[in-house]
């Protein structure tokens, strides 16, 4: 069971990038997934998600109108489109999904609260130079 995530990298501002985030071992539509990101010396910040009661999508206001999120259950993967990056965007990503009673999906600590399954990919960086 693992989550492995990739796409990231060096982009200059203005600029875009696409995440993926590819799921094995397990179901993934049966899974409220996300996004996080956490940049030095920061707190990790939940940036965008879809439950996977309603597939209702979510973003945080500092990526909103910037950022997009999407799955593709055939392919077990998802992804989230980064578009006008700045350099706050720095920081390294995280994918995750969980398997929650609810089905919702969280961008706070509440996310994989009481889950059955909280998987986490490895982080994948990406840097946007000024």
């Known amino acids: 069971v693992q989550l492995q995530a990739s796409g990231g990298g060096l982009v200059q501002s203005g600029g875009s990038l696409r995440l993926s985030c590819a799921a094995s071992?397990?179901?993934?539509?049966?899974?409220?997934i996300g996004w996080f990101r956490q940049a030095p010396g920061k707190e990790r910040e939940g940036i965008s998600c879809?439950?996977?009661?309603?597939?209702?999508?979510y973003y945080a206001d500092s990526v909103e109108g910037r950022f997009t999120i999407s799955t593709d259950n055939a392919k077990g993967t998802f992804y989230l489109q980064m578009n006008n990056l700045q350099p706050e965007d720095t920081a390294v990503y995280y994918c995750?999904?969980?398997?929650?009673?609810?089905?919702?999906?969280?961008?706070?600590?509440?996310?994989?609260?009481?889950?059955?399954?909280?998987?986490w990919g490895q982080g994948t960086q990406v840097t946007v130079s000024s």
């Open positions: 995750a999904a969980a398997d929650t009673p609810s089905g919702l999906c969280f961008l706070d600590l509440k996310w994989g609260v009481n889950a059955e399954s909280n998987y």
């Open positions: 071992g397990f179901t993934l539509e049966e899974h409220a």
């Open positions: 879809i439950n996977n009661r309603d597939s209702s999508a």
